[in-house]
């Protein structure tokens, strides 16, 4: 096939990709800004314009999610469009397999994963980091709204004695803890100091409370302009245990990864996170794939809104098989690189089964 016919092919998918793209950031937009309005609207200090700036934050980690679908329907929207217009049968007449009129959407599914990876990996990254600090910033001081049970919990052992830590909101990938809460343990396991401040900063050595108040043996809270609470935890390990990999971008992980490793940390969810972005361009190739099983029958016959439907639920359920696998790499259950790349594989090899079948009999 000419260069011509594949650029023309190429800007085809790439046109329509951009647009369902948009498409989708603007209705993820107004549903997040709809949505995060209804949960913060009544507390000081919000108003419109930071909600605006919030929800434009929060996109794109929205966005990076649905990077398969855009890509899956992108590739049925190109391929269905060429077949009504019979251009896919006028290059079907001229020797041209269904092999060759695949490979540019199929590159450019791989350069969207590229730029998703450069990109709007970054950008998300950035993004949820920022709004998590504005959003500790808004609710400031609301910690007892959090349940014990949903706020992340840490326990240090020093020569002091044990300290058991929590907090209601993880900043600065874990070296920040907003609403901090530090119970001080005697030798029998019983509480025998609370400390709340606002924020703790994890120092060399230490951890630096700001604005606390102290309880212990029934007293009312003492307030305390700053403190120090020793620890000898190590930030590699806070980030490890604290840090969401989605606020870590691409270009950082594998350094932060070989620092967990480095003090006998797992660090599974972090590689999870780092194989599974390696892995999306592939992801979305197989996308295609499975877009063209259900996409290129010839427009007399027409295109059956039941094979489109399967095509979606095939896409879905690949989607859906992908977060359970992820979660069993996150747990260390499986591998991470076998966690990220069996969807890709299994999807692939069936896109093209069935394509072979189809096509070459």
């Not at 919030?54 to 929205?62: E, F, N, Y």
């Not at 806070?238 to 003090?263: C, G, H, N």
Request: glycine fraction near 8%; proline fraction near 5%; charge should be positive.
């Amino acid at each position: 096939m000419g260069w011509t016919l594949n650029r023309y092919f190429l800007r085809r998918y790439a046109s329509i990709t951009m647009w369902i793209f948009l498409g989708v950031f603007c209705l993820a937009f107004l549903v997040d800004f709809t949505e995060l309005t209804s949960r913060i609207a009544g507390l000081p200090g919000f108003t419109v314009p930071l909600g605006l700036a919030m929800s434009g934050l929060r996109v794109p980690m929205i966005m990076l999610q649905t990077v398969p679908f855009v890509a899956l329907f992108s590739a049925m929207a190109m391929l269905i469009s060429l077949n009504r217009k019979y251009e896919l049968v006028i290059a079907r007449s001229a020797g041209i397999s269904a092999w060759q009129f695949l490979l540019p959407p199929c590159i450019g599914a791989f350069i969207f994963g590229l730029l998703a990876i450069a990109i709007l990996n970054p950008l998300a990254a950035y993004g949820i980091s920022r709004v998590e600090q504005i959003d500790t910033m808004i609710r400031s001081g609301s910690s007892n709204e959090v349940s014990a049970f949903a706020a992340p919990w840490l326990r240090q052992k020093t020569a002091q004695g044990d300290t058991i830590i929590g907090a209601r909101a993880i900043l600065d990938q874990g070296l920040t803890l907003s609403d901090a809460v530090f119970l001080s343990l005697d030798r029998d396991g019983n509480i025998a100091e609370r400390n709340d401040a606002k924020q703790a900063f994890l120092r060399d050595g230490y951890w630096e409370l700001e604005g606390v108040q102290r309880f212990r043996d029934g007293v009312a809270g003492e307030a305390i302009p700053s403190m120090r609470v020793p620890t000898n935890l190590r930030p590699e390990f806070v980030q490890e245990r604290l840090a969401r990999p989605e606020t870590i971008p691409f270009y950082e992980l594998p350094a932060k990864i070989d620092a967990a490793r480095s003090f006998g940390l797992r660090a599974d969810a972090f590689a999870m996170q780092l194989h599974s972005l390696i892995a999306l361009p592939f992801l979305l190739i197989a996308m295609t794939l499975i877009a063209a099983t259900v996409s290129m029958r010839f427009a007399r016959m027409g295109q059956s809104s039941v094979m489109i439907l399967g095509g979606v639920t095939a896409g879905f359920l690949l989607y859906v098989v992908s977060v359970l696998v992820r979660a069993f790499g996150n747990a260390g259950l499986v591998p991470p690189v076998v966690a990220a790349w069996i969807p890709v594989v299994v999807a692939s090899f069936f896109g093209v089964t069935f394509l072979l079948y189809k096509e070459d009999g």
